[in-house]
């Protein structure tokens, strides 16, 4: 059995009348990744505050690396690293100026943070321009940088908060691999993120938050297993004909239509004998000229939007983005 690296329990934080985060009940074994996920204002940036010390729960205990966030706090930061939404490194800097500044802030010797930035620099490909300012580079480089000063002191829990945010796929490839390095290497990984490619390709375990409340946890696998069967996935040019679309394709579907909050997309899961052409004349028959209709097996977007449904209008998380000063 592998020791536990993050345990809550009951774990919430309240502002006024509004539950942020509700009843958290996680357990993360060490060198393991947990991926939660949720819509905007489901409560994901919340925990992160909560776990790494940055924001006190309301109710609720939270260990991380065997020490209790809310008495021992200083202690725990010494055990993890954060990487927020935003790269908070210093433009006015050169990358190696940012992570020996980083290294100093955790009053580590002055030897082993030149060698750790070396080192660091080397395994996320930015050696050839670690000594030119940081205002200089492309945002999958500064994501880089930001990453690897979480990096710095080697913590044994590190925490990520949609890491890959408005990154291109090719920086986005470069820091799946270098977090499947440190897992690797025995690093435990908290991850939020809103890409579902991202959570079926990197974590063990997912918790689906909804509205501060867990909705489902488990590993990728298993939360596809659940829902079973097969999708038919329809993509319309305008979403002014979801409703239509919808009616047109409900007498096919064995469960709940769902709707993409951000394109013109519905998804059902689909009765076994129904053949895609007889989809195809239902929406034409219905005056729906779709851009695409496809059937395939269950993803975890299909899990997310059946159990978080149509979140276009995101609640209130009152907390940001985790900061920088952490480190």
Same mark, same amino acid.
């Given at each position: 059995?592998?020791?536990?690296?993050?345990?809550?329990?009951?774990?919430?934080?309240?502002?006024?009348?509004?539950?942020?985060?509700?009843?958290?009940?996680?357990?993360?074994?060490?060198?393991?990744?947990?991926?939660?996920?949720?819509?905007?204002?489901?409560?994901?940036?919340?925990?992160?505050?909560?776990?790494?010390?940055?924001?006190?729960?309301?109710? *609720?205990?939270?260990? %991380? =690396?065997?020490?209790? /966030?809310?008495?021992?706090?200083?202690?725990? !930061?010494? +055990?993890?690293? #954060? @990487?927020?939404?935003?790269?908070?490194?210093?433009?006015?800097?050169?990358?190696?100026?940012?992570?020996?500044?980083?290294?100093?802030?955790?009053?580590?010797?002055?030897?082993?943070?030149?060698?750790?930035?070396?080192?660091?620099?080397?395994?996320? *490909?930015?050696?050839? %321009? =670690?000594?030119?300012? /940081?205002?200089?580079?492309?945002?999958?480089? !500064?994501? +880089?940088?930001? #990453? @690897?000063?979480?990096?710095?002191?080697?913590?044994?829990?590190?925490?990520?908060?949609?890491?890959?945010?408005?990154?291109?796929?090719?920086?986005?490839?470069?820091?799946?691999?270098?977090?499947?390095?440190?897992?690797?290497?025995?690093?435990?990984?908290?991850?939020?993120?809103?890409?579902?490619?991202?959570?079926?390709?990197?974590?063990?375990?997912?918790?689906?938050?909804?509205?501060?409340?867990?909705?489902?946890?488990?590993?990728?696998?298993?939360?596809?297993?659940?829902?079973?069967?097969?999708?038919?996935?329809?993509?319309?040019?305008?979403?002014?004909?979801?409703?239509?679309?919808?009616?047109?394709?409900?007498?096919?579907?064995?469960?709940?239509?769902?709707?993409?909050?951000?394109?013109?997309?519905?998804?059902?899961?689909?009765?076994?004998?129904?053949?895609?052409?007889?989809?195809?004349?239902?929406?034409?028959?219905?005056?729906?000229?779709?851009?695409?209709?496809?059937?395939?097996?269950?993803?975890?977007?299909?899990?997310?939007?059946?159990?978080?449904?149509?979140?276009?209008?995101?609640?209130?998380?009152?907390?940001?983005?985790?900061?920088?000063?952490?480190?």
């Amino acid at each position: 059995m592998r020791p536990v690296a993050v345990r809550t329990r009951g774990l919430g934080k309240r502002f006024g009348d509004l539950w942020a985060l509700h009843e958290l009940d996680l357990e993360v074994p060490a060198g393991t990744v947990l991926g939660l996920l949720g819509h905007n204002g489901a409560g994901k940036t919340t925990a992160i505050r909560i776990l790494t010390t940055l924001t006190v729960p309301t109710t *609720g205990t939270a260990e %991380v =690396a065997g020490l209790d /966030v809310a008495s021992e706090p200083a202690r725990v !930061r010494s +055990r993890i690293g #954060l @990487a927020g939404q935003y790269a908070s490194v210093d433009e006015l800097m050169s990358a190696r100026a940012n992570l020996r500044m980083v290294g100093s802030l955790y009053h580590l010797p002055s030897a082993e943070v030149r060698c750790r930035a070396d080192e660091l620099l080397e395994r996320i *490909g930015l050696v050839d %321009v =670690a000594d030119r300012l /940081v205002r200089m580079f492309s945002g999958g480089m !500064r994501r +880089r940088l930001d #990453l @690897a000063a979480s990096l710095i002191a080697s913590p044994p829990v590190l925490f990520l908060d949609e890491p890959t945010t408005g990154l291109d796929p090719q920086s986005r490839n470069q820091i799946w691999t270098l977090l499947a390095e440190l897992v690797g290497d025995g690093a435990t990984l908290i991850l939020t993120t809103q890409y579902l490619e991202e959570a079926d390709r990197i974590a063990d375990q997912i918790v689906v938050l909804d509205h501060g409340r867990i909705a489902a946890q488990g590993m990728p696998s298993e939360l596809k297993a659940r829902l079973g069967g097969e999708r038919i996935s329809v993509t319309l040019p305008k979403r002014d004909q979801l409703d239509v679309a919808r009616a047109a394709l409900a007498r096919f579907a064995d469960g709940p239509v769902a709707t993409d909050a951000t394109v013109p997309e519905l998804t059902a899961p689909v009765v076994l004998s129904t053949r895609l052409v007889e989809v195809v004349r239902a929406l034409d028959a219905a005056g729906i000229d779709a851009i695409d209709v496809t059937r395939r097996q269950a993803t975890l977007d299909d899990v997310f939007l059946t159990l978080t449904g149509n979140h276009s209008a995101p609640t209130c998380d009152p907390d940001a983005a985790p900061e920088a000063a952490l480190r």
